[in-house]
């Protein structure tokens, strides 16, 4: 697995050409999130590949090749903290709900809502952490999840972000919630 | 410069004015017709195609042969798609053009309006990169970034979406505040490896692996100096054809599936391979676990995205290749490489194409011989422009090319069809070169209702159709892989002659090899030419390595088909 720190600029399509990057080159995506930094007009994209040292060099090469690509991170080798976060509806009555609460207790994770039949509950951690945590709730029946996916961050003193975002040029009209397009 | 309030549609060829551009391939169509209507009034020779795909052909060729940006223009829909294969083709060649197409208005998008097409979604992995414009405002600065974006670094197409409402709005022209931000394109870091100069010096039998990166990059006296320099031999690829002379002590010929045996077998025997602006692409190294499997390998590339691609590389080096060869001369030293060079001589033995003129006509005519005899009568001094199957392959043999640019071909996406408007592209760029077509019966039904583009722009282009009642290279493999089952291959056309008659082309048919020379002689009097050459029917390209066959294991060349005369 290689994991990859991804600046982009933050436009429509952006995901769209860094998909169908690793698709058309036969990449297979773990896990790609993306969300904004601390710079206004850039994300920032945790993506996450199947693929050895060698086909991470190419990865990071045929990432380059995209314009709103502003900046390329391999982060494989350097310690990171990385988490995912999950929220997970859980069958819970009489008995059953009493020994949820206790795992999720354990797993400090948080019951985030409650009905007379259900519970939601909320973790972030490691992958490895939720997948333990799903499996243990599986008895009691699990109704849904839903997962981000791995998002990570290197640890202490790195540097900040000395990249910008390129200026906003053919991105298109937005379509707005009347049903018209507008060119904005 | 002061600012100007203008339209979009003026914007656009304000820019492309600026831009140094002063012709254009294209078709109009309602999306792209305020475009059309402000063309009139700027510098601007418009060559209207007959289909758009030879719009996108024609940008191609004109940028190969001159090595400037080309544009295609067409309108939304059908006439955006049409220009896929054209774009695709320019990306597989990193052949720098810029495709502009219009919209239907930004209020019209999603709604599946008459004529409307997603092409920025279509063309996303056929171009470096696109745009879809629905700003006036935007215009100006995606027309200066997409030239700057077609020519940086590795060439390739660029497309610009532009919407109807774009094209008609008006806004202020701020012609440098459009600029495009290339300095902040990550160019550096991408080198890994060893010293690639200590290689060099130690190599007992290298070979210089010559590509299309050398001729886009304008290296050719580099690579020149650094191989005659070393004393390493040059094997090009296809698209490499004319970045050493043909004529050149060190230069051995083409590499790969069609390449001479001496050529392949000095790429399996050496112990280093400088490949310098070439990809290793499957045609040119056979089975990649038996490839070269005892040299190290120097890879220099404008595009680091090539590196470990294909072939395990020991030395990357990522940069211009003229730049980076002439940054190695200095500190290269003196080896002896005469054993070597012997060596690969001496593989040639009785293999080698020869100028085939003095061999005796024994009643046959071959392609080779066509090619061979236009290769002699023109000089080797034309621009040759060919299609894809045998007979590329065939004028990769036996056109003898000493200039880079002179041979144009559809190399990475084999593009059937590219010839004919590739090569009326070329002569708008270069007017006054003899350009001539070489292309097969099958593509060039692909596209030749560009004759007519031709003919209405007065342009002189000689064509020379190898027509062999086939679909020749398919035929060949139907022949050795395929038990000789032709499966649609056989195929028939108009009477050529005739057909050129139709378009008011000066046309002849050649059916023996005593017709050649002369009816070459006398196209070459005629302003445009159109000739049927009826060659050999089942008549095949030789050597040949199976796809995935070991680059070694060539079937030969069997004399005599087209060496003697014991036919």
Known sequence: MQTFAVYVDNKPGVLNRVSSLFRRRAFNIESLTVGHTEVSGLSRMTIVVNTDERGARLVEANLYKLLPVRRVDNITRVPTIGRDLAMIKVQATGDARTQVMQLVDVYRARIVDVSPETLVIETTGTEDKIDSLLEVLRPYGVIEMVRTGRVEMVRGTSQAITVAPSRGIGDGPTRTADGGAISV | ?567
């Open chain 2, 1 to 567: 410069m002061s600012k100007k309030t203008l339209t979009g549609a003026q914007i656009l060829w304000e820019c492309l004015v600026r831009e140094g551009v002063d012709v254009v391939f294209g078709y109009p169509g309602g999306a792209i017709l305020p475009a059309y209507d402000a063309m009139l009034d700027y510098p601007i020779r418009h060559i209207l195609v007959r289909h758009e795909q030879g719009a996108t052909h024609m940008a191609d060729g004109y940028a190969r042969a001159t090595g400037k940006v080309g544009v295609a223009i067409a309108t939304s829909g059908p006439g955006a798609t049409n220009m896929v294969t054209g774009i695709a083709t320019a990306m597989m060649d990193s052949s720098p053009i810029v495709c502009i197409t219009g919209q239907v208005g930004s209020g019209l998008i999603g709604s599946d309006a008459f004529q409307e097409t997603d092409i920025t979604g279509i063309t996303l992995p056929v171009t470096k990169h696109n745009y879809l414009v629905a700003r006036s405002s935007d215009i100006a600065p995606a027309v200066r970034e997409a030239f700057a974006i077609a020519k940086d670094g590795r060439p390739g197409p660029v497309l610009i979406d532009i919407t109807k409402d774009a094209q008609l709005g008006v806004c202020e022209l701020d012609w440098e505040d459009a600029a495009p931000d290339m300095a902040s394109i990550d160019r550096s870091g991408h080198s890994f490896g060893v010293d690639p100069i200590a290689l060099i010096n130690a190599a007992q039998r290298p070979v210089i692996l010559a590509g299309h990166g050398i001729i886009l990059g304008g290296g050719e006296a580099a690579v020149r100096a650094f191989a005659e320099k070393t004393q390493i031999p040059v094997a090009m690829t296809l698209l490499g054809i004319g970045s050493v002379p043909a004529s050149h002590p060190l230069n051995l010929g083409m590499m790969g599936m069609h390449g001479e045996s001496w050529v392949n077998t000095a790429i399996q025997e050496a112990d280093l391979l400088i490949a310098l602006g070439m990809r290793f692409d499957d045609r040119v190294t056979g089975n990649i676990k038996t490839y070269a499997p005892n040299a190290k390998k120097i890879h220099v590339d404008i595009d680091p995205a090539e590196f470990n691609k294909n072939v395990t590389i020991d030395s990357a080096i990522s940069g211009d290749v003229g730049a980076v060869v002439t940054g190695w001369m200095s500190t290269l030293v003196d080896v002896d490489r005469t054993t070597w060079l012997a060596h690969i001589s001496d593989q040639k033995g009785d293999a080698a194409v020869r100028d085939i003129k003095n061999l005796p006509d024994d009643g046959h005519l071959y392609a080779a011989h066509v090619i061979n005899d236009i290769w002699r009568i023109t000089e080797g001094k034309a621009i040759v422009v060919t299609d894809v199957g045998q007979h590329q392959m065939w004028e990769a043999q036996y056109y003898h090319h000493e200039t880079p640019r002179s041979l144009i071909t559809s190399g990475g996406l084999g593009t059937m069809g590219f010839a004919l408007p590739a090569a009326i592209g070329a002569k708008v760029g270069k007017p006054d070169a003899e350009v001539w077509v070489v292309v097969g019966d099958g593509g060039f039904q692909m596209t030749l209702c560009e004759l007519a583009t031709m003919v209405q722009e007065g342009l002189d282009v000689k064509i020379c159709v190898i027509n062999n009642g086939y679909l020749g290279m398919v035929r060949q493999w139907q022949e050795f892989f395929y038990q000789r089952r032709y499966a649609a291959t056989p195929i028939t056309g108009p009477d050529i002659e005739k057909l050129a008659g139709a378009y008011g082309i000066w046309g002849a048919t050649v059916t023996s090899r005593s017709q050649v020379q002369s009816t070459v002689d006398a196209a070459r009097r005629q302003k445009g030419a159109l000739i049927d050459f009826r060659v050999e029917q089942e008549d095949s390209v030789f050597p040949m390595v199976p796809a995935g066959n070991d680059l070694h294991n060539m079937i030969r060349r069997p004399s005599p088909i087209v060496e003697t005369s014991a036919d």
